[in-house]
């Protein structure tokens, strides 16, 4: 459940919020199963907030610091996250269908089952993420760098995978039917 305090702060403006933050860094934000889709949120500091199953559907989250956030199970369809960081969030189950998240750095971030259909990717640092499972069809991750990452069992048909960086990646049990592999590098892949 979402702290009242701390869902006050935040509809206060992002520059009231990362004031309190800074003053109070320690505490954990606790946002969970609120519903945050008409809050301005740009360039909010959200590091390790507890923001599972809030609904952040479409919102601009551009810039955001998101490192360590618990967001699994959230709605951020249609969210721009473009040069967010995501370092180690937990975003597993979210859905992510449509979202910006291109300059994204989301490394060793758990990303299972989540739902990158039709996602922005471009750019993006995912590298030593956990994709398991997860449904990126139809998104856009040119230039993306998913070394290491483990897309076991994941869902990349017509995905544009042009210039990935797909080293050492998992790519076990996946889909790749219709994806773009132009010019990826591909050494050292884990398949079968």
């Not at 946002?31 to 601009?60: C, I, R, T, Y």
């Not at 300059?103 to 089952?113: E, H, M, T, V, Y």
């Not at 869902?155 to 592999?181: C, E, I, K, V």
């Amino acid at each position: 459940m979402a702290d009242e305090a701390h869902l006050s702060l935040l509809k206060q403006g992002v520059k009231t919020w990362n004031e309190s933050r800074r003053r109070v860094e320690r505490s954990r934000a606790g946002f969970s199963l609120a519903n945050l889709d008409d809050a301005n949120l740009l360039w909010p500091n959200l590091s390790n907030a507890d923001l599972h199953q809030a609904n952040l559907k479409g919102v601009d989250l551009h810039q955001a610091n998101l490192s360590g956030a618990d967001l699994h199970q959230a709605n951020l369809s249609g969210a721009d996250l473009h040069r967010a960081s995501l370092i180690v969030a937990k975003l597993s189950g979210t859905d992510l269908t449509k979202a910006n998240l291109s300059g994204a750095d989301l490394s060793r971030a758990d990303l299972k089952a989540v739902s990158l259909s039709g996602a922005s990717l471009s750019r993006a640092y995912l590298g030593w993420a956990n994709l398991h499972q997860a449904n990126a069809s139809n998104a856009n991750p040119s230039y993306v760098d998913l070394r290491e990452a483990n897309l076991s069992g994941a869902n990349l048909s017509g995905a544009n995978l042009y210039r990935a960086n797909l080293r050492n990646a998992n790519l076990l049990r996946q889909n790749l039917s219709g994806a773009d592999l132009s010019y990826a590098v591909t050494a050292d892949l884990k398949t079968g």
